[in-house]
């Protein structure tokens, strides 16, 4: 094991992993062609096609482990009657753009394979009936970086559609994505962004995690998210301009849902029916219409739900369930802070709601509890990003009352904050429980409180205003890890280099600014720790674009992570 250490502006990166020498690459231009290329490949080959706009292409994918790649991200693009079906596992689908086509009542792509990975992908105007499909047999299929919007026929089926199988869950995976600009009238027309299940399979375990991933101007139908299937995770999320939708557990039970920005217009949260739901660490501000509804409901009444450190700014009321044959039952409010509602903050309660820790200023709007709810105000003050943190005199510093229960930890999928010991920015909470701090965001601030998923920071590399775009490279995945993360001040990351390479670091905050570049001409082959302090780095929240070129400067792998900084 070598050992190196780099300093430059206190970062530095990178990773590589050569494609076996075996793996044969074809590149095609046509409908012949590709399907030529598919029918000599092996396991492991690459179909790359070539830069230009193809009519009418019908990938019917059937062989596993083939990496099917535009030549250049972004630049091949497919419309007329072109769509994608695949029927076996390990298939990577990276860089294409699928435009302005009409497929009538099919998909534009349709998985029943798993293993699959949807990466920088654009599907935008198309007439179909959904964008992407993941089937009930599929397992730990992965849509990262992906763009979907403006679908042109406006009431038909939701738009990313993951299926749920009766005997195992799926483990599915969408991080990073946009969803944008679905017109309609906020009815139910079926045009959910993503739906998660179906009420058919309202009690099969799915196990999807949906994080980073940023929604606007989707009114296509009332649901930004519509979970229908059990043990599902919401995180990092931002929901920001969506006039008539938000995110609603329609069926199913154990939906968690954390550390999201709702921000502007509707965009809350509405939970139908279930039990067992979390709603935790979450951002509310300027909501006009429910933060959070919880519904009265008598096919699935609710039952344990519950609400603990989210802060609501601004917003409309937080709607109860109030009187009916059905209110939700066991509803705990732990440890929230509620200000400056615009009515009210709370309606329609049962009367029958567990208050614990919460702070409220403004008019509560119900008739005020015995316990659990302390009239204060919380001393807000707006950051340089718009947002409102406390204050260094703010009465939720140290505030948070015992007794809230633990979120859940799903087997086999991501690890979840299951003690709140992270608020919603990743800095770290105190363990001891009454030195947390009420609602979201823990006092002091090392790291501005601002959206994790930005219209920026999401979709395609080429799709962006942010300059991270990256040409004929193949996006890897766990070829590196850097540590910890989050950090106060040395990260080591390791390193498998497979040849001599040369490496190259962009720095970029969440606006997409590109803050530093880093370049080394040569890094030997094989296993290196590289070791760098970056405590004079401000705290905050970075992407690192790691770039391995080869010797003659052609770029050849890219990874893309985030780090917190203390």
């Not at 535009?70 to 596992?89: K, Y």
């Not at 992965?142 to 089926?157: A, G, K």
């Not at 938000?246 to 217009?265: C, D, K, P, T, W």
């Not at 005020?368 to 807000?380: E, F, R």
Request: glycine share 8%.
């Amino acid at each position: 094991m070598k050992h190196i250490s780099f300093v430059f502006l206190n970062l530095l990166l990178v990773s590589f992993l050569a494609q076996t020498s075996l793996a044969t690459t074809y590149r095609v231009n046509s409908q012949a062609s590709f399907d030529a290329a598919q029918s000599s490949a092996s396991l492991n080959d690459s179909i790359i096609w070539e830069l230009g706009i193809y009519p009418n292409i019908f990938m019917n994918i059937t062989k596993d482990n083939l990496f099917i790649a535009a030549d250049t991200l972004g630049g091949v693009l497919f419309n007329g009657s072109s769509r994608v079906n695949i029927s076996s596992d390990s298939i990577t689908l990276q860089g294409f753009q699928w435009v302005g086509g009409n497929i009538g009542t099919q998909d534009v792509i349709n998985t029943t394979g798993s293993y699959g990975h949807f990466h920088q992908l654009n599907i935008r105007a198309y007439r179909s009936y959904k964008y992407l499909r993941i089937r009930e047999s599929s397992q730990y299929c992965r849509v990262t970086y992906c763009n979907f919007e403006n679908r042109i026929n406006l009431s038909d089926q939701n738009i990313l559609s993951v299926l749920v199988d009766a005997n195992q869950p799926g483990y599915h995976k969408i991080q990073w994505c946009s969803f944008k600009n679905f017109d309609g009238t906020g009815n139910d027309m079926g045009i959910e962004p993503i739906r998660i299940g179906l009420s058919t399979q309202a009690n099969r375990i799915s196990r999807t995690l949906v994080e980073y991933c940023y929604f606007t101007n989707c009114d296509g139908d009332g649901e930004l998210i519509s979970s229908k299937a059990t043990q599902n995770v919401y995180r990092y999320n931002t929901f920001e301009d969506n006039l008539l939708a938000e995110l609603v557990l329609r069926h199913g039970s154990e939906a968690i849902v954390y550390s999201n920005f709702f921000l502007n217009n509707k965009g809350g949260v509405r939970v139908r029916e279930g039990q067992n739901h979390y709603i935790y660490n979450n951002y509310f501000y300027k909501i006009d219409d429910r933060p959070l509804f919880l519904q009265n409901e008598d096919s699935d009444p609710l039952d344990s739900i519950v609400v603990a450190f989210n802060t609501v700014i601004d917003s409309d009321d937080i709607r109860l369930g109030g009187p009916g044959d059905d209110p939700p039952t066991k509803v705990w409010f732990f440890n929230n802070l509620l200000t400056d509602p615009q009515d009210g903050l709370f309606e329609e309660p049962t009367k029958d709601e567990n208050w614990v820790g919460n702070i409220a200023f403004g008019f509560l709007g119900i008739d005020m509890p015995t316990s659990g709810i302390t009239v204060a105000d919380p001393k807000l003050v707006q950051n340089s990003a718009g947002f409102f943190e406390l204050d260094s005199q703010s009465p939720a510093i140290d505030a948070a009352i015992a007794g809230y229960p633990s979120l859940p930890q799903f087997s086999g999928m991501d690890s979840i904050d299951v003690d709140m010991s992270l608020d919603i920015m990743g800095q770290p909470r105190p363990q001891t429980i009454t030195d947390k701090d009420v609602g979201c965001s823990e006092y002091p601030h090392s790291v501005l409180l601002q959206p994790l998923a930005t219209e920026e920071n999401t979709g395609p590399s080429y799709n962006s205003s942010v300059a991270i775009g990256i040409e004929k490279a193949l996006f890897v995945d766990d070829l590196f890890h850097v540590f910890p993360n989050p950090t106060r001040g040395e990260i080591s990351l390791s390193v498998n280099l497979a040849k001599t390479s040369q490496l190259k670091l962009d720095i970029f905050d969440l606006q997409g600014r590109r803050l530093a570049t880093f370049s080394q001409a040569q890094l030997a082959a094989g296993d290196h720790t590289l070791v760098e302090n970056i405590s004079n780095l401000p705290a905050g929240v970075y992407t690192l674009k790691m770039q391995v070129l080869n010797l003659q400067g052609e770029l050849q792998q890219v990874q893309v992570e985030r780090l917190v900084k203390r």
